[in-house]
Every structure is written in C-alpha cells, then in structure tokens.
C-alpha cells in the first residue's frame, strides 16, 4: 500500500479517536471547525461541511457550544468533539483507543452513549482498545486478549419476555487454537477451585473439567529428573517384594573377593600360629 493509498484509507475507511484529548483536536479551532477540517482535507465543499458537522454535533448533544474551542470544554466533551471530527468522512469503522482514560466514570458513561450512538444511530462500527473490565458491560461484543493470544469472547444481546421486561443475555466463547490450547477466564477457575491440573472427561455431546479431587495422590517429582517420577522399569529398578509371598532365594556370594591379578613375589613375615593341616615347618603358605 502506497501513501497516498494509506492517507486515503485514514480519510474514509477508518477513524481515531486517542485516550489524549489533545492529540484529538486543534487548540485554535472551534469545535466546528475541528469537525469541519477533515472534510475539507477530502475536497468537501464549505456548505456540506458545515451541515455536516451540525449534524455530528448535534447528534452528540454538542450543537450548543458548537463555537467553543477545545480549551473551553471538559474532558468528557472534547472526546464527544473527537467522536465528531473521527466520523466526519463517514468512516466504516471507529476506532477509539482508551477513550475514556483520562476521563471520571460519569464523564466516561457520557463517552460511550456517543459512542453507542455512533453505532447506531450513524451506522459505523466501533471498535474499543481498553483496559477497563467495566467497559464489556458497555459494548455488544467483547474479545479479550490474554499473553498476546485472544483468550475469550463474550457476546450480548436484549431479550424482552412475555411482560415486556428486558434482559442482557451474556454468552461467552473460548477459543481454541490449532493445537488445542483453550484459556478459561479467571473467574471461571476462581469459583471452581481449578489450578495445576484438572480432570477431563469426555461426554457424548461436550467435555467436562473438573477440579483435580482433593487429596488424590500426586507423583512424587524426581529430584535427578524435571518430569514427574514414572513407575519403574525392570531394568531400572527392582520390583519391591510382596508381604505375601516369601522374597526369592538369593545366590551365595563367595567367601573371599575373587583374587587380584599376580603382582611381584613379596617376602611374608612367618604366621606366629602354624596350623598343623595345611602348614609346614617353614611357619607360612603361598598365596
């Protein structure tokens, strides 16, 4: 991709809004204006510009300071101006990096009902980078990225029952990759104790998981060896004996070490106690 073709990719098929609201907005412009430069960088004529960002602004709920500059709105309503300025070439997608990172939680709900608005009322999908666990109960659908991999997925959706009452119905989703690997969200191992190792077992239809029972016994890890102690070899070692059945006959070992290999003839002191049946006069035998 070229830089014209990527400078034609930020003006019309993606728009940004930044967690600083400096980065966002030009401190020497309205906040029509700031709308307005956008469209004018697309070739837009002034007339369309301008219906086009009272329409942003007012959708907003920011038509009334529409000639405000930056430095004379909160926090919360520059980010509502950001919203504004990141759609105003009409982008398919919205994405919006901490948008609410510097902002409090009441100024933050604000952001995210324009955001929310943006969705809907403007038809541009908005895609929200954060840290904020609270802000998955503000969003449809939630991917959750855990040591670089994309973890789990949540998706919501409205039911109203047979007395008009509506719910939030939450379905979460893991995903498996190709080697079968599946992370489980911390809450789900919290609430059922799993850690270590679990147990698997197969199911005509799923796979259940349970907690390792507690006091089973656990290989014994060999200390010459990183890897759990397997049970042992013939070959590697002998098998212990069995209290009902008498250990096996071993054979005699003999009485002295087999003998060393001949060496020089050395001279022996004469034996004190000559022994009458293999001893002769001289008092001492060969070896």
């Known amino acids: 991709m070229s830089h014209a073709d990527r400078l034609r990719y930020r003006r019309s098929v993606v728009g940004f809004v930044w967690q600083q609201t400096s980065r966002n907005l030009l401190p020497y412009l309205s906040a029509t204006e700031n709308v307005m430069l956008p469209m004018a960088f697309a070739g837009l004529r002034a007339k369309a510009r301008r219906r ?6 007012d959708a907003l709920e920011m038509g009334e300071k529409a000639k405000r500059r930056p430095g004379q709105l909160s926090g919360g309503e520059q980010q509502r101006v950001a919203i504004a300025v990141a759609l105003a070439n009409r982008p398919q997608v919205l994405f ?3 948008p609410t990172g510097e902002l409090d939680s009441v100024t933050g709900e604000d952001v995210f009902a324009a955001l929310r608005s943006a969705n809907r009322d403007l038809g541009a999908t908005v895609v929200i980078v954060t840290h904020d666990a609270a802000v998955a109960t503000q969003v449809q659908r939630t991917v959750a990225i855990r040591d670089g991999r994309t973890s789990s997925e949540v ?11 509506s719910s ?3 379905r979460e989703y893991a995903v498996l ?6 992370q489980l969200p911390p809450e789900y191992r919290a609430a059922l104790g799993l850690e270590n190792r679990v147990r698997l077992e197969l199911e005509p239809d799923h796979v259940g998981v349970w907690p390792d029972a507690p006091g089973a016994a656990r290989p014994t890890p060999n200390v010459a060896s990183p890897r759990p102690q397997t049970a042992p070899s013939a070959t590697a070692m002998p098998a212990a004996p069995r209290p009902d059945r008498p250990p096996a006959a071993q054979p005699p070992r003999p009485a002295f070490p087999p003998a060393a290999p001949p060496a020089a003839p050395a001279h022996r002191a004469p034996d004190p106690t000559p022994n009458p049946a293999t001893d002769d006069t001289t008092g001492w035998s060969a070896p």
């Open 52 to 57: 086009r960002a009272a329409e942003l602004l």
């Open 96 to 98: 919006a990096d901490e």
């Open 155 to 165: 998706v919501r959706h409205t039911e109203v029952d047979e007395h008009g009452h």
């Open 168 to 170: 939030v119905i939450a």
């Open 177 to 182: 990759d190709r080697s079968g690997r599946m």
